[in-house]
């Protein structure tokens, strides 16, 4: 804006800002800094569970084979940043006790508002999957590993097009009653706005209770956060991200597709919402990462902070 | 994922999503929202690569075609300081002018103006800032001098009867001074308001700002001058534009600065994004329900172009979403 002077371009250090704008300081990992500038506002939950699905939703969509050793390393690193969710599972299927066996201590179920969808994704009905979950989430009840359930297309689909709060209802409420601990609201092809998220949890707010709820935003449209704030406006505290925003959109050739936790993280400091995670530490994962997978991050914080 | 089938045209699948919202069910949304397209200005001008004047001039066509209501054609600068703007004459001189469309152009100082007004503009715009340091590194002046400059122009503008738009500058943070307390853009946009600017944009310059602090600094602002007088300006730099602006939507703000394809780097963070998309605005407005006037695909082929003519990439979402590569 305005005439800038080339002078300007190095008006503040990297650290510098770092330190002002990024809250990053001498504080316990996740701690906000006092000296930052935040603001909450009412009505907002006070603190935020981040669902990092980088390891799994991300590297699943990008093109390049990722080694396991690096995958291992990502992993690792991103144990370290305060994330207490980093899923790192891959699909559920009828044989699902290899997993358990390979030490898996949670396992997730991946539903769909949509029947086309469901029909192309996992080759059944609705109806038909949920007979599959149910057969999974009891079992695994029973050893005593949580499930978290997931619905796809919750504010459209690829194939359908728009998608009725109506029925994301009847699909949560289902995986809900099935012993799922936790539904995960995921707009698969980035195309929520703002008052279809309203909408839509509206509905599901009526049989599930918001603290057993959270979002999973693509930003395929740049939609995401906008989303994602508004759906804690609502209550919702629990919120899915990938690190460096991996994982494109399998719709929608070369469009984007998860939002990135390092701009999730920047937007929830600045709310004044705690949530455990060191955002500087997440940042290095999410270079380590893109390094290792050979392409630029998705996240505008990264880009901003990681000079050319 | 199993392979997938695309049953509708990519381009098209996201576009299909629109559809009226009762503006009920999200509060004190406005019904409508004017949006200032700045990327012929803010955009190009933070551009590396200089564009010809005749590309300049379709880009500005293309708009007026997409149906903005506001497009910002250039600024009235030293080509010293700003080279990209050296053609500011031919520029507003070259473009249609197509009835309802207003083309502001900057001006920094009285002699601008006088230059802009004998080359055919019909409104002007002016930058403040809410920063005593920023405003010494940027115009080598303090606030307060800042406005005896504008009262100038403010003047000369108002015997014109040319209106005059007032930017203001770091809102939300600046890179020198670090936080920027909302009594003080309070102070300064009730001045430029008080002198005759029919309406500020606020500009979170580098980006910095999230939707509390968003919220902390229109609150006092709309203390001090009417939100219908307001506009804002987010900058992408962190991602959090979007979320920035329907903060402001939800307080009452109804006009909103975008640029196409987002274009315009951050001059304070190297190989950082600038600007808020213009697509991705108004696919997000449209979602809402409230009109802008705007047609989606004509911007986003004004995008596509003007990112063919600087040779990169698009940085609108909705605009990577729908382009096949």
Same mark, same amino acid.
């Not at chain 1, 969509?61 to 370290?80: A, M, Y």
């Not at chain 1, 099935?178 to 539904?183: Q, S």
């Not at chain 1, 609201?185 to 209770?209: C, Y």
């Not at chain 2, 939507?249 to 951050?266: K, R």
């Given at each position: 804006?305005?005439?800038?002077?080339?002078?300007?371009?190095h008006?503040?250090?990297?650290?510098?800002?770092?330190?002002?704008?990024?809250?990053?300081?001498d504080?316990?990992?996740?701690?906000?800094?006092?000296?930052q500038?935040?603001s909450?506002?009412?009505?907002?939950?006070?603190?935020v569970?981040?669902?990092?699905?980088?390891?799994?939703?991300g590297?699943q969509n990008?093109?390049v +084979?990722?080694?396991t050793?690096?995958?291992?390393?990502?992993i690792?690193?991103l144990s370290?940043t305060g994330?207490?969710?980093?899923?790192?599972?891959?699909?559920v299927s009828?044989?699902?006790v290899?997993?358990?066996?390979?030490?898996?201590?949670?396992?997730s179920?991946?539903?769909?508002?949509?029947?086309?969808f469901s029909?192309?994704?996992?080759?059944?009905?609705?109806?038909?999957?949920?007979?599959?979950f149910?057969?999974?989430?009891?079992?695994?009840r029973?050893?005593? +590993?949580p499930?978290?359930?997931y619905?796809?297309?919750?504010?459209?689909?690829?194939y359908? #097009?728009?998608?009725?709060?109506?029925?994301v209802?009847?699909?949560?409420?289902?995986l809900?009653?099935m012993?799922?601990?936790?539904?995960?609201l995921?707009d698969t092809? #980035?195309?929520g706005t703002?008052?279809?998220?309203?909408?839509m949890?509206?509905?599901?707010m009526k049989?599930?209770?918001? #603290?057993?709820?959270?979002?999973?935003c693509?930003?395929?449209?740049g939609?995401a956060?906008a989303?994602?704030?508004?759906?804690?406006?609502?209550? +919702?505290n629990?919120v899915?991200?990938?690190?460096?925003?991996?994982?494109?959109?399998?719709?929608a050739?070369g469009?984007?597709?998860n939002?990135a936790?390092e701009?999730?993280?920047?937007?929830?400091n600045?709310? #004044?919402?705690?949530t455990?995670?060191?955002l500087?530490?997440v940042?290095?994962?999410?270079d380590?990462?893109?390094?290792?997978v050979?392409?630029t991050?998705?996240?505008?914080?990264?880009?901003a902070s990681?000079?050319a | 994922m199993?392979?997938?089938?695309k049953?509708?045209?990519?381009r098209?699948?996201?576009?299909?999503?629109?559809?009226?919202v009762? =503006?009920?069910?999200?509060?004190?949304?406005?019904?409508?929202?004017k949006?200032v397209?700045?990327?012929p200005?803010?955009?190009l001008?933070?551009?590396k690569?200089?564009?010809p004047?005749?590309?300049?001039?379709?880009?500005i066509?293309?708009?007026? !075609?997409?149906?903005?209501?506001?497009?910002e054609?250039?600024?009235?600068?030293?080509?010293?300081?700003?080279?990209?703007?050296?053609?500011? =004459?031919?520029v507003?001189?070259g473009?249609q002018?197509?009835p309802?469309?207003?083309?502001p152009?900057l001006v920094?100082?009285?002699?601008?103006?006088?230059t802009?007004?004998?080359?055919?503009?019909?409104?002007?715009?002016?930058?403040?800032a809410?920063?005593?340091?920023?405003?010494k590194?940027?115009?080598n002046?303090s606030?307060?001098?800042?406005f005896q400059?504008f009262?100038?122009?403010l003047?000369?503008?108002?015997?014109?009867?040319?209106?005059?738009r007032?930017y203001?500058s770091?809102?939300l943070?600046?890179?020198?001074?670090?936080?920027?307390?909302?009594?003080?853009?309070?102070?300064?946009t009730k001045?430029?308001?008080s002198?005759?600017?029919y !309406?500020?944009?606020?500009?979170?310059?580098i980006?910095?700002?999230?939707?509390?602090?968003?919220?902390?600094?229109?609150s006092a602002?709309?203390?001090e001058?009417?939100?219908?007088?307001?506009?804002?300006?987010c900058?992408?730099?962190?991602?959090?534009?979007?979320a920035? =602006?329907?903060m402001?939507?939800?307080?009452?703000?109804?006009?909103?600065?975008?640029?196409?394809?987002?274009?315009g780097?951050?001059p304070?963070?190297?190989?950082a994004?600038?600007?808020?998309? =213009?697509?991705?605005?108004?696919?997000?407005?449209?979602g809402l329900?409230?009109?802008?006037?705007?047609?989606?695909?004509?911007v986003?082929?004004?995008g596509?172009?003007?990112c063919?003519?600087?040779?990169r990439?698009?940085?609108?979402?909705?605009?990577?979403?729908?382009?096949k590569?």
């Amino acid at each position: 804006m305005g005439n800038v002077p080339s002078a300007v371009k190095h008006c503040l250090s990297y650290q510098q800002l770092l330190r002002e704008h990024l809250w990053i300081g001498d504080s316990v990992a996740g701690a906000l800094d006092p000296a930052q500038e935040t603001s909450q506002l009412p009505g907002l939950p006070e603190f935020v569970k981040i669902v990092e699905v980088g390891p799994r939703d991300g590297l699943q969509n990008e093109k390049v +084979i990722v080694p396991t050793d690096t995958k291992i390393e990502f992993i690792n690193r991103l144990s370290q940043t305060g994330l207490s969710v980093i899923e790192v599972t891959s699909f559920v299927s009828s044989k699902w006790v290899p997993q358990v066996a390979a030490g898996a201590t949670e396992i997730s179920v991946f539903g769909a508002a949509s029947e086309s969808f469901s029909k192309k994704n996992i080759n059944c009905s609705i109806e038909e999957s949920m007979r599959k979950f149910e057969e999974v989430v009891k079992s695994a009840r029973h050893m005593n +590993i949580p499930a978290r359930g997931y619905v796809s297309c919750a504010l459209g689909c690829p194939y359908e #097009g728009s998608i009725t709060p109506q029925k994301v209802t009847e699909v949560s409420k289902r995986l809900y009653s099935m012993g799922c601990y936790e539904i995960s609201l995921g707009d698969t092809i #980035g195309v929520g706005t703002p008052g279809s998220m309203k909408r839509m949890l509206e509905s599901v707010m009526k049989e599930i209770p918001p #603290g057993a709820l959270a979002v999973h935003c693509h930003d395929t449209y740049g939609q995401a956060l906008a989303n994602i704030l508004t759906a804690l406006q609502m209550g +919702i505290n629990v919120v899915d991200s990938a690190v460096s925003g991996l994982g494109g959109c399998p719709y929608a050739n070369g469009a984007s597709g998860n939002v990135a936790t390092e701009d999730l993280i920047y937007m929830l400091n600045g709310l #004044g919402l705690n949530t455990g995670v060191n955002l500087y530490k997440v940042m290095e994962a999410g270079d380590f990462i893109c390094k290792a997978v050979n392409k630029t991050t998705n996240s505008k914080v990264a880009q901003a902070s990681f000079n050319a | 994922m199993a392979a997938m089938k695309k049953a509708l045209p990519p381009r098209l699948v996201g576009l299909t999503f629109f559809r009226a919202v009762s =503006t009920s069910s999200m509060g004190t949304l406005p019904k409508q929202v004017k949006i200032v397209e700045v990327g012929p200005r803010d955009g190009l001008q933070n551009e590396k690569n200089i564009v010809p004047t005749p590309v300049k001039i379709k880009l500005i066509d293309m708009l007026s !075609e997409g149906g903005l209501s506001v497009i910002e054609a250039t600024s009235f600068v030293s080509p010293k300081w700003v080279p990209q703007m050296a053609d500011h =004459t031919e520029v507003l001189k070259g473009i249609q002018k197509f009835p309802g469309i207003n083309y502001p152009v900057l001006v920094p100082n009285l002699k601008g103006f006088e230059t802009a007004v004998a080359a055919g503009a019909k409104e002007v715009a002016i930058f403040g800032a809410a920063s005593e340091l920023f405003t010494k590194k940027n115009i080598n002046c303090s606030i307060e001098e800042s406005f005896q400059r504008f009262d100038a122009t403010l003047k000369a503008a108002r015997s014109a009867n040319i209106p005059v738009r007032g930017y203001i500058s770091c809102v939300l943070g600046c890179p020198y001074e670090g936080k920027i307390s909302p009594a003080k853009v309070a102070e300064v946009t009730k001045k430029l308001y008080s002198m005759g600017c029919y !309406e500020i944009s606020l500009g979170d310059t580098i980006g910095v700002g999230t939707p509390g602090i968003m919220k902390d600094m229109l609150s006092a602002v709309m203390q001090e001058v009417p939100p219908a007088a307001l506009a804002v300006h987010c900058h992408d730099t962190y991602g959090q534009a979007l979320a920035n =602006t329907l903060m402001a939507l939800q307080m009452g703000v109804s006009v909103v600065d975008s640029s196409v394809a987002g274009l315009g780097g951050c001059p304070y963070a190297q190989g950082a994004s600038g600007n808020l998309a =213009t697509e991705d605005l108004v696919y997000m407005l449209e979602g809402l329900g409230i009109h802008t006037g705007v047609n989606l695909q004509k911007v986003l082929e004004a995008g596509n172009f003007i990112c063919q003519a600087l040779n990169r990439k698009t940085g609108s979402k909705v605009a990577q979403a729908t382009c096949k590569l």
